[in-house]
C-alpha cells in the first residue's frame, strides 16, 4: 500500500476517558494514532478493555454519555473533523457514509419489525426511495448479502432467521447506503464457525467490490489476518503496532504482538504449555516452551465413565392435543477414561451442552444410562446422587454468569464444602478455600471480594476453584474459555492443564472451538443436530477427517495470516 | 502427586477482621450515602418516639384536654372567639344599674348560706391554653400528642401489615416461579381469585369477619396486599431459575431451599425491598381509608387516619392545624421511609458501589 492512497479517516492523538462517579475518571483510550485509507481493511485488535471499540465508536461518536474526548484528539472523516460536527452533520454522517456492524446480531434488530421494515428504515432516512423502487432496492440488498429467497424473507421477522442470516440483514442494513466506511465491531464473535466464516468472505466480497472501507474490530489476531490489509494491534488504550499485515504476521516488532499470535492454540503443534502474554512482556525463553510437546494419559483400564444411548427429547405444543417431538440428542454413548480428555465438537444446536447435563442429572435424560465406576447414576434417587454429585463437576461457559453475585469468594468456596461435610470446622473449610484460591491463582484477599470485583478470567479460576473444592474425579467444560480473550484463554487453558496432571482429573471438553479442543483433548466426538458423527482420537480425526461434516468445521476454522504462515515456527525458533 | 490433602496443609491463619459480611459491609456502604444517613436518621428517631410513646413517656395523656377547644397554633396568637361574641352585649347597657330584687325575692335569704356553702366547695379548675404549639383539635387535646401517638398506631399498622404482605407475597412467589407446573398453576388460580375480587369488598369481607381492632387491620391488610409482591417475585423467580450461578449451585448438591432463598432471594432483594417500601407507604394511606369507613383503629385510639378524617370537618372551619400536623409526620415518615429502603437497597447491591 503506497503512501500516495487518500486516508479516509485519520484519528490523531485520540484520548477518551469515561466519567464514573463524581470524582472518578477511567482512561480508556490514551492518545492513539491511526488512518484509514480509502479502499482498504483495516484491523484493530486487542483484549477486552483495550479500547479498541471505543476507539471505533469515536469515529461516529457513538460513545455513552459519560465519555469525554481529550481536547487535542482529532479525528478527521473524508477531510471533515467530525469532533467538531453538529448533530446534523454527524446525522447525515452516521448510516450514509459510515455505517456500523454490531457484535451480537440477535439484540441489534428490532425483534417486533420485520427486516424488510427495518432496512427500509434505513433507505427511507438517507434516500427518496418510495415505493416499487425501496422495494426492489431491500431485495436487491439481502440478495447481495446472501439471504436465500429474498423476496420471501422481506417479510419475516428476526426471530424467524438464524443467527448467521440475522447478521447478514444487519451488514445488508449498513451497506444500503453504499458507505465509504464500515465498521464492523466484533461481527462474527457470537457465530458459529461455518457461520463465521461465510460472514468474513461475505465482508471482503462487499468491500473489494463497493471499494468502500472496512474497519474491523477483533480480539481474534488469527482471524483478522485473512482479511485485514492494515493491522492495528491495541493494549490498555495505546496503540503496540500497527503496519500491514504482512508486517504484523510475518515480523511482528512488539513483544506484545509476538504474544498474542503465539498464545492462541494452533492446530500443528501441541505444547505442554500454552505462552501467555506474560512471558513475552518478560521476555522469556518463548521457543522453549512452545516446542516442548505434551504426553496424555494412555487410554487403559476400564472407563471411568460409560453413557450408554443418551437421548433427549423436548415435547411442543402443537395444539390442543397435539405435539411435536424435538431431539435435542439422538443417542449418545461414549466412554471416557481415567486422566484422559475427551473433547466435544459441534456447532450451536448440536446437542454437545446437553450432553454434559444430562451426565450430571442438571437435565433429565429421556433415555439411557451413565455407568459411573459401575453405577447407573440416571436411576439413583437424589440422596443416592449426593454421592456421586461430588465426583463430576461442571466449568460454565459464561464466568459473568455462573458466579452469585452475593456471595463472597470465600462463601462461593466453602459452600460446596458444607453441603458435602468436606473440613471439620468453619475455620478448616475457610482455610482450604484460602489454599484453593491461591492454588488457581488468585491473591490471599480475594476470598473477600465479591465476584464482580474481579476479570473474566479470575472468575473462571473461582468457577474452578469451586469445583476443585469437590475433588471431583470429572470436570466438565463447558464452552468454558470461549467467553474469554485470546491471552487470557491461555493461561486458563494452562490451568486446567497444570490440574489435570496434578489431580489426575478426567475431562470432558465442550467447544465450538477447534483449535482449542485440538489443543486439550485427546478423544473426540463431533455432533450435529443431536446425533455423534465422528469419534476417535483427536490427533486423528483432525488430521484426516472423515465424515463430512467435520470436514466442513475443519475447513472453517480460521487460518490466520495467509501468507508466509509457516513462518511462525520461525518466529518461534528465532526467539532462541 | 501434590494432591488437595497436601494443600490442606497450608494453614492460613483465617482473619476475622476482614471477612465482613453482606451487613457490615452494607453498612459501610450506606454510611457513605448521605441522603442514606440522614433518612435513617429520621426513620430512627420516628421509631424512637414510637416506643418512647409506646411505654408512656411520650404522648400519654394524649387524650387530656388541655387547651381551649379548638386552641390555634402558638404563633397565631389565642383565639379572636374571645372578644367581641358576647351576643347580649350590644342588648344590655353597661350603665344600668342592677335593679334590687331583695324584698321581693323569696330566695333571697338562702343566698348568704348558698354562698358560704358554695365557698366550702374546692373547684380546681385547671387553666386551659390559649394556645399550643401544634394547636388542639375540637375537645381541647394536644395535636402534637395526638399526632405522636397517632405515629404509633400508623407506623405499626404500616409496618407490620407490609411485613406480613411481604413474607406471603415472596414466599408464595418463589415457590410459583421456582417449582412452577402443577405448584405455580394453583397459585396464580389463587392469585386471580385475590386479584378478581375487588379489594375494598375483600376487606369488608375480612373486616366482617374479624372484627374490630389494630390486629384486625394488620391482617386484613396483609392477606389484601401480597398480591402485588407475589406477581414480582414469581417473575424474578422464573427468569434467576435458569440463571447459570443457580445451576452451578444444583451442580454442587444444594437442596432446592437453599437455591430457593440462599441464592435466589438475595439476588431479588433489591425487588421486595422496594415493593415492601411502597407497601408501607399504601399501606399507612390504606388505614386512613380503613378508619373513615369505621373499619380502622378503634375510637379510642388515635391514628394518622382518624386525624385525618376528624380534619375534615375542621377545615370546613378554617381549623388546619390538625390536618398540617398528621400531614406533615406522615410525609416526613413515608419521604423518609421510601428513600432509606432505596438506599438499602444500593447498600446490599454488591455490584454498585
Redesign the interface.
Known sequence: MSDSIRNLVSVRDLHVSFRLGKHKIAEAVRGISFDVPENSTVALVGESGSGKSVSAMAIVQLLPENAIVGPTSRIEFDGRNVLTASDSELRAIRGNDISVVFQEPMTSLNPVFTVGWQIAEVLKLHTDLTGRALNDRIIQLLNEVGIPEPKARVDAYPHELSGGQQQRVMIAMAIACEPKLLIADEPTTALDVTVQRQILELIAGLQTKHRMSVLFISHDLGLVGEIADHVVVMREGTVRESGPVDQIFGAPQDAYTKALLLCRPRLDVKPRRLPVIDDFMRNQGVAQIVLQSRQSRPQEGTPLVEAKGLRKEYRLKTGLFEHKTIEAVKEASFNLYPGRTLGVVGESGSGKTTVGMMLMRLTPATKGQVFYNGVDLLTLSDRQMMEYRRKIQIIFQNPYASLNPRFTVGQILTEPMKIHSIGASDQERFSLAVALARRVGLDDDSVHKYPHEFSGGQRQRIAIARCLSMKPDVLICDESVSALDVSVQATVLNLLLDLQDEFGMTYIFISHDLAVVKYMADDMLVMNQGAIVERGNADAIYAAPQNEYTQKLMNAIPRGYAGPSASLQALAASET | ????TS??S?????EPT???G?WVTAWRRLKSDRVGVVSLAIVVAFALLVLLSFVGLVAGDWQKEVAVPDAPPTFMGPQAVQTGTDPLANVVSKDAKPVDLTDIDPLAPKYEEWKARAAKIQIADTPRADTLPFGADRLGRDVLDKAIKGAEVSIFVGLFAALLATVIGTILGALSGYIGGKVGDFLEWVYNVFTSIPDILLIFAFAAVLGRGITTVILILGLVGWTGMYRLVRAEYIKHHN???V????????SHLSRMFV?IL??VSHVVLVRMSLYVVGFIKAEVILSFLGLGVPVDQVSWGTMLSEAQAELVLGHWWQLAAATIFMATFVTAFSLFTDALRDALD??LR
Open positions: 502427586m501434590n494432591s488437595i494443600v490442606e497450608i494453614r492460613v491463619p483465617p476482614r471477612s465482613r453482606v440463571r447459570e450461578y445451576r452451578a449451585a444444583e451442580a454442587i448438591g444444594t441464592h438475595p439476588n454488591p455490584k
